[in-house]
Structures are given as C-alpha cells and as structure tokens.
Nanobody, 127 residues
C-alpha cells in the first residue's frame, strides 16, 4: 500500500528557500520514481518535478523552475526531497508527492494509478 507523508512547507518571503520532504512507506519505494505536484487555489494540480528510482535522473516541468528547484532522494530512508530556492509568489501552492511512471531510468510526471497522495504541504510565498 502506497503511503506518503509530505512536510517542510511554510511561509517564506520572495527569494527565500524551502526544503520539502516526501516520506514513503508501505511499499518498496526504492523501486519507484517519485514526483512532486502542486495545486494552487482555483487551479488544477500540476506536475513540478520527478526523480527516477535510482536517483540518477530528474526532470522538471518548466524552464521557469530549472535552476531554482532541485529534487533528490535518500533510498536508505525512503524519502525524496524538493529543494526550492529563490521562491516566487507564483510558487505558492499545496505540494504533494506520489509514485510516478518510469521507463528505464527516466521518470515521467504521470502519477501511477496504484499510488496514493499524501496530505500535502502548504507553501506560501509572501512579503
């Protein structure tokens, strides 16, 4: 049973940084790619980034976040991370993680139908 606990969100000023954590349990997390998604008020959930099961490959949804977001994972702790730097107000949302599809050692921002969603962690960017 796929279970995820998202944490690390909070209130930061524009330009600030946060590190989100995604703790996976109930399955062999080291065999699955993990993805981060976010949902802002009034908008649909959208993909942000993903990391392959090995941790060697990552993918980011938009050029606008490249260089500001870094995804990593610690398979010994069944935990994935999203490091966010130079946050902008448009990055404010509830962030969720889940298992995503993988082909070879490349991940794709498509949630696995057998996976589940954590409770999410709120990121607020405001001065």
């Amino acid at each position: 049973q796929f279970q995820f606990a998202d944490s690390g969100g909070g209130l930061v000023q524009p330009g600030g940084s946060l590190k989100l954590s995604c703790a996976a349990s109930g399955f062999s997390a080291d065999k699955y790619a993990i993805g981060w998604f976010r949902q802002a008020p009034g908008k649909e959930r959208e993909g942000v980034s993903c990391i392959s099961s090995s941790g060697r490959n990552t993918w980011y949804a938009a050029d606008s976040v490249k260089g500001r977001l870094t995804m990593s994972r610690d398979n010994a702790k069944n935990t994935a991370f999203l490091h966010m730097n130079n946050l902008k107000p448009e990055g404010a949302a509830v962030y969720f993680c889940t298992a995503v599809r993988q082909m070879g050692d490349e991940c794709a921002l498509r949630a696995m139908r057998t996976s589940s969603w954590g409770q999410g962690t709120q990121v607020t960017v405001s001065s």
